[in-house]
């Protein structure tokens, strides 16, 4: 199977920005779980992240001809008004779960909308990186 994950803003910035809330480890310990997990159950994982809202529509749109058989997507900020990454998600027939390290239903008010959710058809908040590897079981599970 072959998956895509996008991380959208500052999720780079894992391990630096807000520890308390994301963790002390960093992006590229995020990028070590994702692999060993596609080793695991023997998918072909693409990591990718931008802080670039048409960056990440880009992504999303490649993945419609790209092999693409599945799509985690962690926003981050944008899932919040991005209704073009909505949209895009929206667009594409391939099983997309959202993440979010936090569970930002219990976060500051604004944060407790997600616009990008609804196009996904799954939704795993605060599992911290656990997410990630929750995210990529359910999309390989037959």
């Known amino acids: ?17 807000e520890k308390n809330i994301y963790g002390a480890n960093d992006y590229q310990h995020l990028l070590g779980l994702i692999g060993q997990k596609g080793k695991e159950v023997n998918a072909e994982i693409e990591v990718f992240q931008s802080n670039h809202e048409g960056a990440i529509i880009d992504r999303i749109q490649d993945a419609y001809s ?9 926003p981050g900020a944008y899932a919040h008004y991005s209704y073009a990454i909505f949209d895009a998600l929206k667009s594409i027939e391939i099983p997309k779960v959202e993440v ?4 930002i239903m219990e976060r500051e008010n604004f944060r ?3 616009v990008t959710a609804p196009a996904c058809n799954y939704k795993i908040y605060g599992e911290g990186l656990d997410g990630y590897l929750s995210a990529i079981d359910y999309l390989v599970k037959p």
């Open 100 to 103: 979010h390290i936090s569970n």
């Open 66 to 74: 790209d092999g693409t058989e599945g799509i985690v997507i962690n």
């Open 1 to 17: 199977m072959k998956i895509l994950i996008i991380n959208g803003p500052n999720l780079n910035f894992l391990g630096i920005r």
């Open 112 to 114: 407790k909308t997600s």
